[in-house]
């Protein structure tokens, strides 16, 4: 792993209060000579590169998707 960086995200209001979703992004090192991009950041699937809302408002968020949330989902 190379490095790690924050990210923010929006999202539609919930009940009048607005979303926003912080996540940490890795960096990783490519170790093929071959490759072209040496440095590369992991895509969560919310939103697409340089986005700052989600792709698809408040559809993307499914606890089965993001195992490590799943017991927070339930309350």
Do not use: N
């Not at 995200?9 to 979703?21: N, P, Q, S, W, Y």
């Not at 590369?40 to 089965?64: D, K, M, N």
């Amino acid at each position: 792993m190379h490095s790690r960086y924050r990210r923010r995200l929006a999202d539609l209001a919930i009940a009048g209060r607005r979303v926003l979703m912080r996540l940490v992004v890795r960096r990783f090192f490519c170790t093929d000579a071959s490759c072209d991009r040496k440095i590369y950041a992991e895509q969560s699937g919310l939103a697409p590169r340089y986005a700052r809302r989600t792709s698809s408002p408040a559809a993307s968020w499914r606890p089965s998707r993001w195992p490590w949330a799943a017991g927070r989902a339930r309350g």
